[in-house]
Structures are given as C-alpha cells and as structure tokens.
C-alpha cells in the first residue's frame, strides 16, 4: 500500500514561491498518477494540477496557469508542486493523492484518487 508524506508547506508574502514535496513509499508508486488538490477554510477540496504515471502529461487547473507546475522524480518516490507568483487566495491546505490505477494518465477527478496524504498548510499574506 503506498503512504504519502507532504512537505513543504508554509507562510509567504504574495508573489513569493514555494516547493511542495510528496513522498511516497510502497513499491507501486511509479505506476500510479498523481494529484495535488487544495481545501480552504468553508470550501471544497479542489483540483489543482495531475501528473500521469510516467510524467508525460499534466494537466492544472485555470487558476494555476502559468504559476504552478507539477512533476515527479520516480527515482526518488517523489512528486512536487513548484508555486510562483503565489496569491493570498491559494491560502489552503495541499494534499497530493495517488490513483491506484497502473499505468494510467493524468486525471483531474477528486473522486477518482484512493490514497491521500495528511495535507500541508499553505498561507499566502497579501
């Protein structure tokens, strides 16, 4: 069973970045695609960007253009979100998740992810 660990989370002034980690462990990681999803305060968890088992393909949300990129490092267990030019309003809580469906392509669909980390806080100060 694959457990994932997220880190990188923390306090930035507007405009500044952060690199959130998500370590997996469990020897099925690399066939798996990924996600990075966000919940704020009163709203829903939210789609944020995808990555295909491989890393051919990602996918993000529109909010993210242009400021987000999501990759992975199958060597290292290890998927990141990269975030520049961050806003007061991607103040959330970031998990990444993993859909334990092999060899599949990236995929945008909350619903469709089984294996969830415990989350990493993310406060943008305007």
């Known amino acids: 069973q694959v457990q994932l660990v997220e880190s990188g989370g923390g306090l930035v002034q507007a405009g500044g970045s952060l690199r959130l980690s998500c370590a997996a462990s469990g020897p099925t990681f690399n066939l798996y695609p990924m996600g990075w999803f966000r919940q704020a305060p009163g709203k829903e968890r939210e789609f944020v960007a995808a990555?295909?088992?491989?890393?051919?393909?990602?996918y993000g949300a529109d909010f993210v253009k242009g400021r987000f990129t999501i990759s992975r490092d199958n060597a290292k267990n290890t998927v990141y979100l990269q975030m520049n030019n961050l806003k007061p309003e991607d103040t959330a809580v970031y998990y990444c998740?993993?859909?334990?469906?092999?060899?599949?392509?990236?995929?945008?669909?909350?619903?469709?992810?089984?294996?969830w980390g415990q989350g990493t806080q993310v406060t943008v100060s305007s």
């Open positions: 998740a993993a859909r334990a469906v092999r060899f599949s392509g990236a995929n945008v669909d909350t619903r469709n992810y089984d294996i």
């Open positions: 990555i295909g088992w491989n890393g051919g393909r990602t």
